[in-house]
């Protein structure tokens, strides 16, 4: 069964304080690697996608890095504005269809 | 840009109601989907849609279905709506080639309450 599980569950910086967020995952083979950035009380918003170990996506002060088994997501000298929850999900080959399995999310507060 | 609008940003129901969750998407994309999202259990896939009058259970199904009678609506629908139904529910949609980034669009969310 395709499994996705992030780490910390929350997480609390300071401006400034660069840090990672995890994203561990099992599939029986890796189409693509998703993350998204959810604001409270709104739907999920796109950042990256990540087909293949080694490959590395950057956006602003975000960047996603992926292996065969995790991918993490580095932020660099984080804003308040970046405070929202962040989730990563996968897509499996054998799936003919869009069909994401999400983790539970990391909740980030970054405080000025 | 993509636009996906859920009718409803928060909707309170009684136990046993019929609950209507419409979906609509302005990008003439083909496929549709309507997750929910629990605290400790993250999205989970209720039904999805890759063509107008298709679909196809996702992985849970159970006490929903839904409509798609025109491209750009997808309906879900709770026959007689139960607490273990109180949720955030999710409309996304897709091209159905993809493109590169292989993104769903998602919606700003239905928060229901099953009393």
């Known amino acids: 069964e395709d499994q996705v599980t992030q780490s910390p569950e929350a997480l609390r910086l300071q401006e400034g304080e660069s840090s990672s967020l995890n994203c561990s995952y099992t599939v029986s083979g890796l189409r693509g690697l998703f993350w998204y950035r959810q604001d409270p009380g709104k739907g999920p918003e796109f950042l990256f996608t990540?087909?293949?170990a080694g490959e590395e996506k950057e956006k602003e002060r975000l960047k996603a890095t992926l292996t065969k088994k995790e991918s993490f997501l580095h932020i660099t000298a984080p804003k308040p504005e970046d405070s929202a929850t962040y989730l990563c999900a996968v897509q499996a080959v054998n799936t003919g269809f869009q069909k994401l399995v999400f983790g539970t999310g990391t909740r980030l507060l970054v405080s000025p | 840009d993509v636009k996906v609008t859920q009718s409803s940003r928060y909707l309170v129901k009684r136990t046993g109601e019929k609950v209507f969750l419409e979906c609509v998407q302005d990008?003439?994309?083909?496929?549709m989907f309507w997750y929910r999202q629990d605290p400790g259990l993250g999205l989970r896939l209720i039904y999805f849609s890759y063509d107008v009058k298709m679909k196809e259970k996702g992985d849970i199904p159970e006490g929903y279905s839904v409509s798609r009678e025109k491209k750009e609506r997808f309906s879900l629908i709770l026959e007689s709506a139960s607490t273990n139904q109180t949720s955030m529910y999710l409309c996304?949609?897709?091209?159905?080639?993809?493109?590169?980034?292989?993104?769903?669009?998602f919606g700003e969310g239905s928060r229901l309450t099953v009393l």
């Open positions: 996304a949609s897709s091209p159905r080639w993809t493109g590169p980034t292989g993104e769903l669009f």
């Open positions: 990540l087909y293949s």
């Open positions: 990008m003439d994309h083909e496929n």
